[in-house]
């Protein structure tokens, strides 16, 4: 709910905090915001174009993905290692997801924290409705992960960061100085046995020096470990899970279709990902 998370947001254009009057989010220098019925707020800042977040097609195909579980051992690892961190640390805020789509692994670390709120960032107008209904304690907002983003210094005990865009000197502004990032990176395997029949774009082999050249100024890397499952697809599913990436948005959907039905059913693919959690750097 929008009301949970108010008090850690920021107003875009000068960065006071915000407050609530009926249908609308306001700041003491008058700026202000409408809440869409759909219970989510955009914070874009003024002026320039955000990048495009994902179409309809693409968040209701993510959405059906999700929630036949394919991914579920990586969502309740990442809340085992959220409510660990957060154990370890004692870092008070919010629970903030960067490029949160749907709010699914947001909401999942919301089960494991009984006792935070989760605010869910997003560019997509598709993907934040249904983040804000998503959790009880969700609350959702507009936001452009490589601009400022509308939230107040040090609000998060915990940021998220699951195939997401990675701005590291915002995401260390917004995490508590004891807080923890937590990112989730494709391995080389991820969902390999689609790829190549369908063309696919395929994860960069440079993905790790990346990630290290994106947050190592900012952070030190406490844990890393690879998280790996056998799935099972209909075709259905593999039409999902290529529906909800970023191939989606140049593919043909007649000719993924199509050589779909080629497949064997049920289809043998591997999830094969790194979650890597990180710390603010000592003196940053």
Request: hydrophobic share 50%; glycine share 12%.
């Given at each position: 709910?929008l ?131 998503a ?6 907002a507009?936001?452009d ?18 195939f ?95 050589r ?25």
């Amino acid at each position: 709910m929008l009301d949970d998370v108010v008090g850690f947001l920021a107003c875009p254009q000068c960065g006071a905090g915000l407050a609530r009057a009926g249908a609308v989010l306001r700041c003491p220098a008058g700026h202000a915001f409408d809440i869409a019925r759909q219970g989510y707020v955009s914070l874009l800042p003024p002026g320039g174009r955000a990048p495009a977040g994902d179409s309809a097609p693409m968040v209701a195909a993510r959405a059906d993905f999700l929630a036949a579980g394919h991914y579920g051992s990586l969502a309740r690892e990442l809340a085992a290692a959220a409510r660990a961190a957060v154990t370890g640390t004692g870092a008070p805020g919010c629970v903030l997801e960067v490029g949160a789509g749907t709010g699914y692994y947001l909401a999942a670390v919301l089960d494991a924290l009984p006792d935070r709120a989760g605010l869910a960032l997003d560019t997509s107008k598709f993907a934040l409705r249904r983040a804000a209904r998503a959790h009880p304690r969700i609350g959702a907002a507009a936001a452009d992960a490589w601009r400022r983003l509308p939230v107040a210094d040090g609000a998060a005990a915990v940021v998220l960061d699951v195939f997401a865009p990675r701005n590291g000197a915002e995401l260390r502004r917004v995490l508590h100085p004891a807080g923890r990032l937590l990112v989730v990176t494709p391995g080389r395997g991820h969902l390999a046995e689609l790829a190549g029949p369908l063309g696919l774009l395929s994860v960069d082999p440079r993905k790790e020096e990346r990630l290290a050249g994106t947050v190592g100024p900012y952070f030190q890397l406490l844990e890393q470990r690879p998280h790996a499952a056998a799935l099972q697809l209909d075709h259905r599913d593999v039409a999902a899970a290529v529906g909800m990436g970023p191939s989606a948005r140049h593919a043909d959907p007649a000719v993924h279709a199509a050589r779909i039905r080629e497949f064997p059913a049920p289809v043998p693919v591997t999830l094969s990902v790194t979650l890597s959690v990180f710390g603010p750097r000592p003196g940053e």
